[in-house]
């Protein structure tokens, strides 16, 4: 083979790639084996293209904290209550999050922007898709059973019937991705110039905006207005009150959402008791165990241990509801530590993108997911959405664009 059709097929190899990286993201919410196995084919070119004679493997300024992150991960191991459980579930789990994020590294060009663009619309569509889907279930009942319609207080918000969930497992999950997407077209809207495109990602905004209310999820609402708020006072105050203005008429279309909103400062209800309840005892299993932790997804297993609330194994309590405290319950405070070095360190370099010399496109979706990133960085006082393995991936797929505008 001569060297022209050699670089022609290293080419092909990169570019089949990061299409597989297109369609894996747009399949994360609505498919978590397509999602794998997409996973697995993005790996299986790399190892062809490797096989040819083209093994390429380009680091990034996040190797050390990753590398980190997955010793002591699996360490956290050996102190779990069932440690074949916990491996099984680590290596599973952090290996999925971290081949996704080195198959972006290894596959993406930030200078195609064709590329960026195909993978801009598909997971625009995506979303898109998953938002119809949740007007369905709200104004339809479409996609729900009675078994579902469980993340209603009653007694606490009479009015509240309905939570939607769309494609994704829960309405906190949702609520979730819609802060990372919110945010994304968010930082596109804000420095795209094109008025067409700048149309079409105001209506997807504020369509998902109107999709994330009837979600109710406080911690998701509260976060991504709050983020994008900040930015607008500080960097860009021409929209701040159309902002304003899409806030005010949301409110007043929904009484419902209103009062969800504002007991969060006027009234303690079951979720907001329960959450201080497993804080409480989430504190408790960090103090005993500050090196290794618990063991990597064993809270569900420690948990009754430290049951200060329910006094009781009749509820399966999988997570803190604090992403911060869970991970230092379950991989200790230096496993803590590196997980943060990583998922800060992302927003770090999105924002700091927006002084360098880099193609427009590429700045507004760094801004993006900045913003994303960092309305979930909120969010994860209250919740840890992020538990979902669906929404992890497409968080480490977002970190390594945003990584791979540095050289390491």
């Known amino acids: 083979m001569d060297i022209f059709k050699k670089n022609r097929l290293n080419n092909d190899c990169k570019r089949l790639m990061f299409y597989i990286v297109i369609a894996m993201a747009t399949m994360l919410p609505f498919s978590y084996v397509v999602s794998s196995l997409l996973l697995v084919a993005g790996w299986g070119v790399f190892a062809y293209k490797s096989f040819k004679g083209f093994f390429e493997w380009k680091r990034t300024i996040l190797d050390f904290p990753i590398m980190i992150f997955v010793i002591i991960s699996f360490l956290s191991v050996l102190v779990s209550p069932d440690s074949a459980f916990s491996f099984y579930n680590c290596y599973n789990l952090v290996g999925r999050y971290v081949l996704t994020y080195y198959l972006v590294v290894q596959s993406i060009d930030l200078k195609n922007i064709g590329q ?17 889907y949740g007007f369905m279930q709200a104004f339809l ?12 207080d009653g007694a606490m918000f009479p009015g509240l019937k309905t939570r939607v969930f769309s494609t994704w497992q829960n309405p906190n999950l949702l609520g979730g991705y819609f802060d990372l997407m919110l945010g994304l077209m968010a930082g596109m809207f804000l420095l795209i110039k094109h008025k067409i495109v700048r149309i079409v990602i105001a209506v997807l905004f504020c369509l998902t905006a ?71 005892s989430t504190i408790a299993m960090i103090l005993d ?98 538990f979902n393995t669906e929404l992890s991936m497409l968080v480490w797929l977002f970190s390594g664009i945003v990584v791979s505008g540095y050289k390491n």
């Open 141 to 152: 009942g479409i996609g729900l059973t009675s078994e579902q319609i469980v993340w209603t």
């Open 289 to 386: 165990h500050p090196l290794l932790g618990i063991g990597w997804g064993s809270y569900f297993m420690v948990y009754p241990n430290y049951d200060y609330y329910m006094q009781g194994n009749f509820i399966k309590i999988v997570h803190a509801h604090n992403m911060y405290l869970n991970f230092m319950a379950e991989i200790g405070l230096f496993g803590f530590a590196s997980y943060m070095v990583c998922f800060f360190g992302v927003i770090y370099k999105a924002f700091k993108a927006q002084v360098m010399k880099l193609d427009i496109l590429v700045k507004a979706m760094f801004l993006g997911i900045g913003l994303g990133l960092s309305a979930l960085a909120l969010n994860g006082f209250t919740d840890y959405v992020m």
């Open 116 to 132: 960026l663009k195909v993978f801009l619309s598909c997971i625009s569509l995506s979303l898109f898709i998953v938002v119809i």
């Open 210 to 280: 109107f999709c994330l209310t009837l979600t109710y999820a406080r911690g998701a609402c509260l976060s991504i207005a709050l983020v994008i708020f900040v930015y607008s006072i500080l960097y860009n105050r021409k929209v701040l009150l159309a902002l304003i203005g899409l806030a005010v008429i949301l409110l007043l279309s929904d009484a419902t959402l209103v009062d969800r909103m504002t007991s969060i400062f006027t009234k303690m209800d079951t979720s907001s008791e329960m959450r201080l309840a497993f804080w409480e």
